[in-house]
């Protein structure tokens, strides 16, 4: 800030009332004893670019940008990172002094770092890893693993045509294969991830057959609520490393905290904690 105006940050989606990100950044700015606040804010699509372009003139410094505006939030901003522009999305705003709007994704960052906490032995090439889903979180998982190393990357989801695409775009590294066959694919796995909703309170398990989960592998479930889900206790029961999804939630949230705030604040256990108070 150039000025002495207290910086402000927030969450941007619709709805935004069920997020943990107020939570997460209140509990770092109080334990860190810095100026500031985190507030979310319930903007409907009509109104994003507006909202967003007003921001700066009230003291905001950032925000992060979640359902349903990423994509808009990318094709809105001035600068646009690398990995933003491979995952075709953006979670997280920076508000320049000079009124230019800066969009990154660190979602495949928290994704990795999340693993790395939870499974430290995990080797990326090792071998294959088993991806559900096709929807914009996948994205950021088959770009952070490909960064990563991981030789071959197995993509199934419902609607085939999705997992294609994304293989027309993340390249030969990617292997297709129909849903009816995700069961049998497991049993290759050194790393198995949902990226679905499926298994998320409110919606429907996840019924993909898990007799082929091998003792050892990692599995992580990007769903949080609950943080053990189906998928995570049967893997449980198979005798795999399993990481629950709400570590990718404070970890991807540690870059936009030090842009915003300058303190890169730290992932532990009162954090997690925090987080879930």
Known sequence: MTDNRIPLAGVIGHPVAHSRSPKLHGYWLKTLELPGFYVPM?????????????????????????VPHKETAMHLADHVSDRASVIGAANTLVFRDDGSIHADNTDGYGFIENLRSGAPDWNPQDGPAVVFGAGGAARAVL???????????????????????????????IRVVDWVQA???IESAELVVNTTSLGMQGQPELRVPLDGL????????????????????????????????????????????????????????????????
């Open 183 to 185: 069961g049998n694919v």
């Open 214 to 277: 091998q003792p050892g592998a990692v599995v992580t479930d990007l769903v949080y609520a609950p943080l053990k889900t189906r998928l995570l206790r049967q893997a449980e029961d198979a005798g795999c490393t399993t990481v629950d999804g709400l570590g990718m939630l404070l970890h991807q949230a540690v870059p936009g905290f030090e842009r915003w705030f300058g303190i890169r604040p730290v992932v532990d256990a009162a954090t997690r904690a925090a987080a879930l108070a």
């Open 143 to 173: 770009s952070a693993l490909s960064d990563a190393g991981v030789p071959e990357i197995i993509l199934t989801n419902r609607t085939r045509s999705r997992a294609d695409h994304l293989k027309e775009e993340f390249g030969q590294r």
């Open 42 to 66: 319930d903007v409907t699509p009509a109104d994003f670019k507006t909202v967003v372009r007003a921001l700066p003139k009230a003291g905001f410094v950032g925000a992060n940008v979640t």
